[in-house]
């Protein structure tokens, strides 16, 4: 059977829930990255919480592809 609309099925997941993922985060004259673990399972352009490995911050930024993701800028 084929799940319902608008549901997302594991398979859509470009970042798994511990994953290793590239953060990047951009701002008028400045440009980051770093590396940070994906704390919950997301498909492009999903929302989804990270921790950075080095600081053990909690990160909200937008997955943009497999292995990468992207802080919003406030």
Known sequence: TLP???????ADA??????TVTL???APGLALSMRVR???D???GESVRF???SSNRT???VVTGPGAARAETP
């Open 42 to 44: 997301g498909a492009v």
């Open 38 to 40: 994906a704390m919950e």
């Open 14 to 19: 470009a970042i798994r829930r511990g994953d």
């Open 24 to 26: 990047t985060y951009a």
């Open 59 to 61: 990160i909200d930024a």
């Open 4 to 10: 319902a609309p608008g549901t997302r099925t594991s």
């Open 51 to 53: 921790t950075n490995i």
